[in-house]
């Protein structure tokens, strides 16, 4: 199919809008780069833009030798992969039967769960709830309240419903019960919307900090996100720059960003392997019912 002139214009706009518009969204990641290779100097003089000026990798050498980074970092690690995992198979769990017209109180439950999106119970009574099940200062703190997301729930939903009911049928012919159908067929078939909601389970994982500074006091327990925010908004770190002034600028500066951007490196690892999948998923899971 040949386009007309006017067409080809129209492209060539459009794609000129998309590149300027992912040249600002790249634009501030590189200058953080940039700044946690670039000496105190370069920086406070604003010498620095998108490239290092002063090429330095003390930042990075001083915030891998951290005790406080590396333990933060594992945490938000194990607290990422272990709640995504957990958040994955509950959904899963919950979305199936939701998807069979032939249970009866299935719409009830749907609009319970809807009511969840529209209501919260607020902050305090939260607090208490997690209180009263013991789960203060407790890595389970992270994970079970959050467990099911009301939307990835009604992705999945929406997801099941299209999986044709022949092959559940031959399955249960074959013997195979309720549990083998999901994880034997219809959760292999459904790898785009479970790709899509780990991908949103991941990403909230990773970036939350409210909840461990509401129920966490064991600094042990902090994750990634509240060192990131004690280093830069209230300027606290433990780490040992006695050496010399210039290290002293250092933490002053080119820490936070070499902080700041070794903290975004698993996700921007992560992206590129589930993209696909994701926004398959996503367009499927917004556009069926």
């Not at 000496?39 to 003089?45: D, G, L, Q």
């Not at 990798?57 to 980074?69: L, M, S, T």
């Not at 305090?124 to 467990?147: E, R």
């Not at 990835?152 to 549990?179: H, K, T």
């Amino acid at each position: 199919m040949k386009l007309t002139s006017s067409e080809k214009w129209m492209a060539g706009v459009i794609y000129v809008m998309l590149g300027i518009f992912a040249a600002l969204a790249l634009a501030p990641f590189l200058h953080v780069f940039a700044q946690s290779l670039s000496s105190h100097r370069a920086i406070m003089s604003g010498e620095v833009g998108l490239y290092p000026v002063d090429l330095s990798f003390k930042a990075y050498h001083e915030v891998f030798k951290d005790d406080a980074f590396i333990r933060a970092f594992v945490v938000s690690v194990e607290r990422t992969a272990s709640g995504t995992l957990l958040n994955v198979l509950l959904t899963c769990l919950l979305a199936y039967p939701l998807s069979k017209a032939y249970i009866n109180g299935r719409r009830i439950v749907m609009m319970g769960i809807v009511f969840t999106m529209l209501f919260s119970g607020g902050m305090i009574p939260t607090y208490l709830v997690v209180k009263s099940y013991g789960l203060l200062d407790s890595f389970w703190v992270y994970l079970l309240p959050g467990a099911i997301s009301a939307f990835n729930l009604i992705i999945m939903r929406s997801f099941f419903q299209n999986v044709p009911q022949e092959l559940e049928e031959s399955a249960r012919i074959d013997g195979c019960s309720n549990l083998g159908i999901l994880f034997k067929i219809v959760m292999p078939l459904s790898m785009p919307a479970i790709a899509t909601i780990s991908l949103f389970h991941a990403v909230a994982h990773w970036n939350a900090f409210f909840d461990a500074v509401l129920y966490i006091s064991n600094t042990k327990l902090f994750p990634l996100q509240v060192y990131l925010r004690d280093l830069i908004q209230l300027n606290q770190s433990n780490i040992n720059v006695k050496d010399s002034l210039e290290q002293q600028l250092i933490a002053n500066e080119s820490l936070k960003a070499a902080a700041l951007f070794a903290s975004t490196l698993p996700i921007l690892i992560v992206y590129p392997f589930l993209q696909k999948h994701f926004v398959k998923g996503a367009m499927i899971g917004s556009v069926k019912g």
